[in-house]
């Protein structure tokens, strides 16, 4: 089993940054495959972006490349989102996912474990 809880969203102005954080509890954080995924009402969840078990496997959906970055420390059990020159249409509420068989990748079925999500607001 693996819990998780996101924290930093908040509202922040067009061309600002936030940090998103996802603690993990459970013993299998370390070896699974973890994502930041988003979604807006009435749609379903978007992919954005993904990093493998040892911090390699690192990609991002095109909307979002150059300007976010995912880290993890698993020392901390933590996942990071580091959100730079937000725009309003990044505007969601981004959940993190974990994956323990450690493969991961951009669709939802690939994971196994959700938070409940951190509601990010950019106002232009």
């Known amino acids: 089993q693996v819990q998780l809880v996101e924290s930093g969203g908040g509202l922040v102005q067009a061309g600002g940054s936030l940090r998103l954080s996802c603690e993990a509890s459970?013993?299998?954080?370390?070896?699974?495959?973890m994502a930041w995924f988003r979604q807006v009402p009435g749609k379903g969840r978007e992919f954005v972006a993904h990093i493998g078990w040892s911090g390699g496997s690192i990609y991002y959906a095109d909307s979002v490349k150059g300007r976010f970055t995912i880290s993890r420390d698993n020392a901390k059990n933590t996942l990071y989102l580091q959100m730079n020159s937000l725009k309003p249409e990044d505007t969601a509420v981004y959940s993190c996912a974990a994956d323990p068989d450690g493969l991961g990748g951009v669709g939802t079925y690939e994971y196994d474990y959700w938070g409940q999500g951190t509601r990010v607001t950019v106002s232009s």
């Open positions: 459970g013993s299998t954080f370390s070896i699974s495959a």
